[in-house]
């Protein structure tokens, strides 16, 4: 391996926090990060310090996610074990408050306070994973990011890619439905053509080529074939033509979806609309628009 590949991840830096026979302490730790949504499980990844002597003493430990204005407490946190200075008394530095569990440090993007459910040894370090107690964030504020050697800030958000398509509140309505609540759709559709003809199929008030939603896990070529024989048409599906993410808008709403596109091909005697000219559907016209 390249020296010094290690440098060129990206993380944020927790400040950990503790409270037990060794003291109130803080430490840095680069490898903090998120493990569960529910429950909410985090993980960090320390070396035998009194951080870990705290945790293994008390059960718990603070995650505190330092903001991009805290590069200079992050430096203090990791340049000073806790057996040499007492860092959360040092006057001007650290401003805390006590949690339920640990002290927790003001000013951060994150802080969360945790019981502790694993410890192991991973290689040179001890991983350590908790679940959260108590958590809160400060949505003003914007995490260091700790990258070849140096903190940085985020820069801004990137464009999501999505092509933004604008459609009829019922279109909308028939759409989020479809979604069944999830954060995105995810499609399966089909492009059927025959003789100069495409394939169309009703959805809400207006047309739609044939598409079905996929739950998690499911294969989309299946789930489509299935679709398509519920809706009386006899199709093959082929293969995938393209993969189209849209970012569906309607007066003041939005949805993400996600249209994995097959090429069918028509077996005859199907049912179903076929038209020689697409209806004036935005979503319709951008499966058909070639990749």
Not at 88 to 100: N, Q, V, W
Not at 247 to 256: C, F, Q, T, W
Not at 260 to 267: H, P, Q, T
Request: aromatic letters at 8%; glycine letters at 10%.
């Amino acid at each position: 391996m390249q020296d010094n590949v290690h440098r060129y991840f990206a993380t944020t830096v927790g400040l950990i926090t503790t409270d037990g026979k060794h003291g109130r302490n803080v430490m840095a730790a680069e490898w903090t990060m998120q493990v569960s949504y529910e429950p909410m499980l985090i993980a960090i990844f320390i070396h035998d310090s009194p951080t870990l002597w705290n945790i293994r003493d008390s059960g718990s430990f603070g995650v505190n996610i330092a903001s991009d204005d805290q590069a200079e407490l992050v430096n203090i946190a990791g340049g000073y074990s806790g057996t040499e200075v007492d860092k959360l008394g040092i006057p001007g530095t650290f401003e805390t408050y006590d949690g339920k569990l640990v002290p927790v440090i003001k000013g951060c993007a994150l802080n969360a306070e945790c019981c502790v459910r694993s410890v192991q040894e991973m290689g040179d370090h001890v991983m350590i994973v908790g679940e959260a107690e108590a958590a809160a964030f400060d949505g003003k504020k914007s995490p260091l990011v700790y990258t070849r050697g140096n903190y940085r800030r985020i820069a801004g958000k990137l464009p999501s890619g999505r092509r933004v398509v604008r459609v009829a509140p019922s279109t909308f309505d028939a759409f989020k439905t479809m979604s069944g609540g999830q954060f995105v759709l995810k499609c399966a559709a089909a492009l059927a053509e025959k003789d100069g003809k495409v394939l169309v199929a009703k959805f809400g008030r207006s047309w739609m080529a044939p598409a079905v939603a996929v739950e998690r896990g499911h294969s989309y070529e299946a789930a489509l074939t299935k679709h398509l024989a519920s809706i009386g048409v006899r199709a093959g599906v082929q293969g995938i033509v393209k993969l189209e993410r849209l970012m569906l808008k309607s007066k003041g709403r939005a949805l993400r979806a996600n249209f994995v596109v097959y090429k069918c091909r028509a077996k005859g005697g199907e049912e179903g609309r076929w038209v020689t000219r697409l209806p004036r559907n935005t979503v319709l016209r951008s499966l058909f628009k070639k990749a």
